[in-house]
């Protein structure tokens, strides 16, 4: 059993190095499991005892073998019930006009070919060829995610007016923007005290440290290019679920 977020110290229990403390859903107070938690493409096997199980991350199956009760499996990101027709991220999305994914939209390129993004920024995309996006959303976006970011639920919210994150002030006229790797607020209850992050990038924040500030980074969403090795104003990181996958052998490359 674990608690990392306990309120008082005394009470915290703290899950050994590459082990993560999983709390049970809708259940406010309660102790987690210490459990070794993998991404998408990690060997997986939640039948083993629970000293040896290995899980896979929020929103990934452990997919086993047929026929093969007990043995490993991968973890693989799996369709919505009811898209399992619609299409998976760079397989074109053009025929379906949907995406199995979570949280996924069918964008357009151009008129022969679209894909499934979370989000699609019109214009030429680096590391492809030199026909721009339309990014027109060809059907709707498939539910069960949550693709808004912190500064983005604020910002949509008008001066005033509370929100899941409190209440929004006005950006002072004048005050300077965070830049890349550069500390910021945009929680804070005091609105003297927030500090937001130049356009583009997101305030990320430190897990299990609540009143912590964060970072400004650049944080980019499946299938875009990342690099995590580069200085900190420079570096491109990967949202929430996804990993920067490097090259074998090429050690600081996208």
């Not at 199980?53 to 086993?64: F, K, N, P, R």
């Not at 379906?96 to 894909?115: Q, R, S």
């Not at 607020?185 to 305030?203: I, K, P, Q």
């Not at 990320?204 to 580069?230: F, Q, R, W």
Request: proline share 9%; glycine share 12%; net charge negative.
């Amino acid at each position: 059993a674990c608690n990392d977020v306990a309120i008082l110290p005394a009470f915290r229990t703290y899950c050994a190095e590459g082990l993560t403390c999983d709390y049970p859903e809708n259940t406010p107070g309660a102790s987690g499991m210490c459990k070794k938690i993998v991404g998408y493409g990690y060997k997986c096997n939640t039948a083993l005892p629970p000293a040896e199980a290995v899980y896979c991350s929020t929103g990934l199956q452990c997919e086993i073998p047929e026929n093969m009760p007990g043995a490993s499996g991968i973890c693989k990101q799996t369709a919505v019930p009811g898209y399992e027709h619609c299409s998976m991220p760079g397989e074109g999305c053009m025929s379906t006009m949907c995406c199995k994914l979570p949280g996924m939209t069918c964008f357009e390129k151009n008129a022969h070919w679209g894909d499934c993004m979370e989000t699609c920024v019109p214009g030429l995309h680096e590391g492809e060829d030199d026909k721009p996006w339309t990014c027109k959303e060809r059907g709707e976006r498939t539910p069960g995610k949550e693709v808004l970011e912190e500064k983005e639920i604020l910002d949509a919210l008008v001066p005033g007016e509370k929100g899941p994150l409190g209440e929004k002030e006005p950006l002072e006229q004048g005050k300077p923007l965070a830049a890349s790797g550069e500390a910021c607020n945009d929680v804070a209850l005091l609105a003297a005290f927030r500090t937001y992050c130049a356009e583009g990038l997101t305030c990320d924040y430190p897990e299990n440290t609540p009143g912590a500030s964060g970072m400004c980074k650049k944080i980019v969403g499946y299938g875009y290019k990342c690099n995590t090795a580069l200085p900190p104003a420079e570096a491109v990181y990967c949202s929430t679920g996804l990993q920067c996958e490097i090259p074998e052998n090429m050690p600081g490359a996208s």
